[in-house]
């Protein structure tokens, strides 16, 4: 009986090492190939597809997300062509929004942060096949809320503007 489950942990242990030896325990990637994105912050934050946890969180003809550790980003351009090249500077209020880490008196708080009532920028879609989307955008952010309590932060002092851009996001279907 000790023989059994002695050669039973001894298995177990060796298996479990096989898989570190494999590389099984590595870091996958979570962008697919050929995609790419980034994000800066007039502020000089900034974050891409390769950033921890990089991935594509949803795209339509109109709407994209994208996001990683400490990040969220969607935009949502009004009024564009239904199809190919098409730019708008009407932005959906609700639609666009930033999240990340900033800090606040001298620590890191995760903030919400919204556009103006009537949301500053532009988005532009410079492709649109049948399973991508491509485009850049910029847009002015002009208030952030702690992202946990919902309550009001004193950041930013000033409205700050967040640019990029993004290539063959896989279209939602």
Known sequence: MKKSFLSIFV???????????????????????????????SNGMRFNHESPKAKVHSATNKIVSFKATDWYFRIHGLGLEEEGVSETERLGKNNTILSMKAEINGKKVKVGCDPAKNPKGFFKRTELTNDTISGEFEVEFVSCDDYMTGKPVDYPKEPFTVTGRFNNFPLKK
Request: glycine content about 10%; aromatic content about 4%.
């Open 11 to 41: 298995i177990i242990a060796i298996l479990g090492c096989s898989k570190d030896s494999q590389g099984e325990n590595k870091p996958s990637v979570s962008v697919p190939d050929g995609v790419t994105f980034e994000l800066n912050v």
